[in-house]
């Protein structure tokens, strides 16, 4: 089946640096990938939709200057979190979209932890 | 995308089927039903879809009423690794984003 994968999985960092974090999708081409976050015990909350060779779209709320979303080919995206500061510690997850038949897949997440 | 209503949590023991219920009120004509579950810090991992018809396959199988209003997801032999959130979310077709409600906390009690 389809494979998103995402990298690191885990990543501890010191306020004010900035984090990359990428979602590859491995057997399939994804002109559309998802950044999702989530903190504890909360559900997934939609930060962005990652459209290839264009810009990305951010939802209500989600800063996109400190949120830069890179999808720069067909297999990759990526999501930097800039400045990153403790409350920017959290759990960030990509989805793909595979066509316009295929569900969604999401990578296993990178958890975020800014000291 | 239509709102979903689902149970906060349910307990199921292992072995038995466990039946997931979801309400999907004002689903539209054009909007699949999508399952998918989380178990504890790992994405999301997809389960299966249907649009009106019932579904299975190798890991659950999809009940949707024929009014569409409401869907049940059913593990036929639930096992401790099921233990996990599911979410049930409508979704039109093609490349549109997925919105995750609070889901159900199923938990297999040995």
């Known amino acids: 089946g389809a494979v998103v994968s995402q990298h690191p999985s885990w990543v501890i960092c010191k306020s004010g640096t900035s984090v990359k974090i990428e979602c590859r999708s491995l057997?399939?081409?994804?002109?559309?990938m998802f950044w999702y976050r989530q903190f504890p015990k909360q559900s997934l909350m939609l930060m962005a939709t990652?459209?290839?060779?264009?810009?990305?779209?951010?939802e209500q709320g989600v800063e996109k200057d400190k949120f830069l979303i890179n999808h720069a080919s067909l297999t990759l995206s990526t999501l930097t979190v800039t400045s990153a500061h403790p409350e920017d510690s959290s759990f960030y997850i990509c989805?793909?979209?595979?066509?316009?038949?295929?569900?969604?897949?999401f990578g296993n997440g990178t958890r975020l932890t800014v000291t | 995308d239509a709102k979903t209503t689902q149970p906060t949590s349910m307990d199921c023991a292992e072995g038995r089927a466990a039946n997931l219920p979801c309400n999907h009120s004002?689903?539209?004509?054009?909007?699949?039903v999508y399952w998918y579950r989380q178990i504890h810090s790992q994405g999301p991992q997809y389960i299966i879809h249907?649009?009106?018809n019932n579904e299975t396959n190798e890991m659950a199988s999809l009940i949707i009423t024929e009014d569409r209003k409401s869907s049940t997801l059913i593990l036929p032999h639930a096992t401790l690794r099921d233990t996990a959130v599911y979410y049930c979310?409508?979704?039109?077709?093609?490349?549109?984003?997925?919105?995750f409600g609070t889901g159900t906390r199923l938990t297999i009690i040995p």
């Open positions: 057997d399939f081409q994804a002109t559309t």
């Open positions: 979310i409508v979704k039109g077709f093609g490349n549109e984003k997925l919105t």
């Open positions: 990652s459209n290839e060779g264009s810009k990305a779209t951010y």
């Open positions: 004002t689903i539209s004509g054009n909007e699949y």
């Open positions: 989805s793909a979209d595979g066509g316009s038949n295929s569900p969604l897949h």
């Open positions: 249907g649009l009106k």
